[in-house]
T-cell receptor, first 111, second 111 residues
Framework: GNSVTQMEGPVTLSEEAFLTINCTYT??????LFWYVQYPGEGLQLLLK?????DKGSNKGFEATYRKETTSFHLEKGSVQVSDSAVYFC??????????FGRGTSLIVHP | EPEVTQTPSHQVTQMGQEVILRCVPI?????FYWYRQILGQKVEFLVS????????KSEIFDDQFSVERPDGSNFTLKIRSTKLEDSAMYFC?????????FGPGTRLLVL
């Protein structure tokens, strides 16, 4: 079946540091890949997505590239801000509308 | 982006009691979903609901659970005879195409 593995958190960074949150997946066929973000007290929000190999999703300075050869969709941002502190979920969607989520990675950014 | 609210934000209940979690999408949608996240674990799909019927459900969604849309607006998840292991964050989501929009969640604690 489908599965998503994310790096364990929390990830703690200083403001303006470079961020990478690793995500790898197992799926049959050609899934769509997503990153969701959950800010404190809020629901999951779609951050970015990619629907085919080599696509790059980007939003709010975050990027992730769909790498089929390594079955990865790592999230990156060049310079994090305190306001980026949140929990980040990697997810994939295969044949149905039901996504498979990872456990989430907590990001803490200090001033 | 569609807005989804959930009530209550927190609920504490005794084992064996029934709870009803509510989801209120601000605009009209046809696709609804419930997920849960046990602390420290993955976001898990429970059930999808389309056109006033369950369209898909996971093995977690057993006879203890039920969903309905009683007044054409609210979307509810009922848990009969709660167990300790039902303690989790429960998220409602609405669907638009391949994208899902999540509510802020209800944190349920069963004592």
């Amino acid at each position: 079946g489908n599965s998503v593995t994310q790096m364990e958190g929390p990830v703690t960074l200083s403001e303006e540091a470079f961020l990478t949150i690793n995500c790898t997946y197992t799926a049959t066929g050609y899934p769509s890949l997503f990153w969701y973000v959950q800010y404190p007290g809020e629901g999951l929000q779609l951050l970015l997505k990619a629907t085919k190999a080599d696509d790059k999703g980007s939003n709010k300075g975050f990027e992730a590239t769909y790498r089929k050869e390594t079955t990865s969709f790592h999230l990156e941002k060049g310079s994090v801000q305190v306001s980026d502190s949140a929990v980040y979920f990697c997810a994939l969607r295969g044949g149905s509308y039901i996504p498979t989520f990872g456990r989430g990675t907590s990001l803490i950014v200090h001033p | 982006e569609p807005e989804v609210t959930q009530t209550p934000s927190h609920q504490v209940t005794q084992m064996g009691q029934e709870v009803i979690l509510r989801c209120v999408p601000i605009s009209n949608h046809l696709y609804f979903y419930w997920y849960r996240q046990i602390l420290g674990q993955k976001v898990e799909f429970l059930v999808s609901f389309y056109n006033n019927e369950i369209s898909e459900k996971s093995e977690i969604f057993d006879d203890q659970f039920s969903v309905e849309r009683p007044d054409g607006s609210n979307f509810t998840l009922k848990i009969r005879s709660t167990k300790l292991e039902d303690s989790a964050m429960y998220f409602c989501a609405i669907g638009e195409g391949e994208t899902q929009y999540f509510g802020p969640g209800t944190r349920l604690l069963v004592l």
